[in-house]
């Protein structure tokens, strides 16, 4: 087994969670980006490709807010 960043051991199941996790993330996010800009984004349905444009996108996900510290926070 490998370690991860935390230095504890990962099996190839979590390490897999894990990898999976990060993937419906990082999809979610080019998704909603797409709306944000107007890009269609192309998927396969049905055995064909197909365009959706980006008024049709729905998003299923709020993306997270991220809040900063203040200096006198900390």
Known sequence: MKEGKSGKNMSGKAMAFRAE????KA???AIADHKRTGDPI??????KIVKIPAE???VREQAAEYK???KNDI
């Not at 192309?42 to 055995?47: E, H, L, N, Q, Y």
């Open 21 to 24: 996790e990060a993937l419906k």
């Open 27 to 29: 999809v979610a996010h």
């Open 42 to 47: 192309v998927i396969w349905r049905d055995g």
């Open 56 to 58: 049709q996108i729905e």
């Open 68 to 70: 900063t510290r203040e």
